[in-house]
């Protein structure tokens, strides 16, 4: 299986996937699906409007310099397949001439595929095939331009939603009138000091000093990327992200009464609101939420009211 960023592929579930989705997309302009019977001819359907499309997904995970070199092979070999089998795919193309061809991969790691693309399009045109326009081009297609589709597809079979890796970037809040940084240390001393059961941590122990800076720059760093991640939890399922909004907002409700009214240990309380909330976010939206995303939500959301101060312990 490869492993991309929304998710395993291998050939066969990445190719139906795709029909899938592009049937969707294209139905209306006349997308045709075509078989693999009794050949496969260098393409897996078309639109009449003149897109052709070719899935490609390779059955293991390959390092990058690998991934290009069997994706510049596919090229290669798919492409001739239209010089090879011009006479059969007239016959099935009928009047439309392949304008577009739009390889379609997860993933996309060396720009060198893109310069390979050119030189195979350049060499098609010269072949003056009847089935291709004079302007003929190849496109690259990756998992990026179909997310949503993906995202929509893979939640009717059942599979929880997976949001890639992130960079950081800015809460929504205004920072400048936050002091977020003190807000997160002196909470993450308070954290590690209930740890070992002490009131006032000693931060000259070496210790207890690289436990805080771990659990700082951990939760500095959800802080940071929070509205980064509600971006990109909202581009790949808009209603997800108000049914999660929607739970977080009642959720906030109680992260303010216990850190008003309960008596627990900044470790304790912590850890209650992470439990709850995982769970929570799991038992109302299965199977869109598994545990990893799960616990992806709760971990920014965490760092986010632990910086803004919604969350706060008693002194």
């Given at each position: 299986?490869?492993?991309?960023?929304?998710?395993?592929?291998d050939?066969?579930?990445?190719?139906?996937?795709?029909?899938?989705?592009?049937?969707?997309?294209?139905?209306?302009?006349?997308?045709?699906?075509?078989?693999?019977?009794?050949?496969?001819?260098g393409?897996?359907?078309?639109?009449?409007t003149?897109i052709?499309?070719?899935?490609?997904?390779p059955?293991?995970?390959?390092?990058?310099?690998?991934?290009?070199?069997?994706?510049?092979?596919?090229?290669?070999?798919?492409?001739?397949?239209?010089?090879?089998?011009?006479?059969?795919?007239?016959?099935?193309?009928?009047?439309?001439?392949?304008?577009?061809?739009?390889?379609?991969?997860?993933?996309?790691?060396?720009?060198?595929l893109?310069?390979?693309a050119?030189?195979?399009e350049?060499?098609?045109?010269?072949?003056?095939?009847?089935?291709?326009?004079?302007?003929f081009?190849?496109?690259?297609?990756?998992?990026?331009?179909y997310e949503?589709?993906i995202?929509?597809?893979?939640a009717?079979?059942?599979?929880?939603?997976?949001i890639?890796?992130?960079t950081?970037?800015?809460?929504f809040?205004?920072?400048?009138?936050?002091?977020?940084e003190?807000?997160?240390?002196?909470?993450?001393?308070?954290?590690?000091a209930?740890?070992?059961?002490?009131?006032v941590?000693?931060?000259?122990?070496?210790?207890?000093?690289a436990?805080?800076?771990?659990?700082?720059?951990?939760?500095?760093?959800g802080?940071?990327?929070?509205?980064?991640?509600?971006?990109?939890?909202?581009?790949?399922?808009?209603?997800?992200?108000?049914?999660?909004?929607?739970i977080?907002?009642?959720?906030?409700?109680?992260v303010?009464?216990?850190?008003?009214?309960?008596?627990?240990?900044?470790?304790?309380?912590?850890?209650?609101?992470?439990?709850?909330?995982?769970?929570?976010?799991?038992?109302?939206?299965?199977?869109?939420?598994?545990?990893?995303?799960?616990?992806?939500i709760?971990?920014?959301?965490?760092?986010?009211?632990?910086?803004?101060?919604?969350?706060?312990?008693?002194?």
């Amino acid at each position: 299986m490869f492993q991309s960023r929304l998710g395993l592929f291998d050939g066969n579930s990445w190719e139906s996937l795709l029909q899938r989705i592009l049937k969707h997309r294209h139905g209306a302009d006349g997308y045709v699906e075509m078989p693999p019977s009794p050949g496969d001819w260098g393409i897996e359907g078309y639109v009449a409007t003149g897109i052709a499309f070719q899935c490609y997904c390779p059955n293991k995970h390959y390092n990058p310099d690998m991934l290009y070199i069997k994706q510049r092979d596919k090229i290669t070999k798919d492409i001739g397949k239209l010089k090879t089998n011009e006479a059969e795919l007239s016959a099935r193309l009928g009047h439309t001439l392949i304008k577009n061809w739009c390889f379609v991969t997860p993933e996309i790691w060396d720009n060198k595929l893109l310069k390979h693309a050119k030189t195979k399009e350049a060499e098609a045109r010269a072949w003056n095939l009847s089935i291709l326009s004079p302007d003929f081009r190849i496109d690259l297609h990756t998992a990026d331009h179909y997310e949503t589709d993906i995202h929509a597809f893979q939640a009717l079979q059942g599979k929880a939603l997976h949001i890639p890796g992130i960079t950081l970037d800015l809460p929504f809040f205004d920072t400048e009138s936050i002091n977020y940084e003190e807000n997160i240390l002196r909470k993450s001393i308070a954290r590690v000091a209930a740890g070992f059961r002490k009131v006032v941590l000693d931060m000259e122990n070496g210790t207890h000093k690289a436990k805080v800076e771990r659990l700082y720059s951990s939760t500095l760093e959800g802080f940071l990327k929070y509205n980064r991640f509600h971006d990109e939890l909202n581009k790949a399922s808009p209603l997800l992200y108000q049914k999660v909004k929607r739970i977080l907002s009642v959720f906030h409700n109680h992260v303010e009464e216990w850190s008003d009214t309960l008596n627990a240990t900044p470790d304790v309380l912590t850890e209650k609101i992470r439990t709850e909330l995982t769970d929570l976010l799991i038992r109302e939206l299965n199977p869109s939420v598994d545990y990893a995303l799960a616990s992806q939500i709760v971990a920014n959301e965490i760092s986010y009211w632990l910086g803004a101060c919604q969350l706060d312990y008693s002194e």
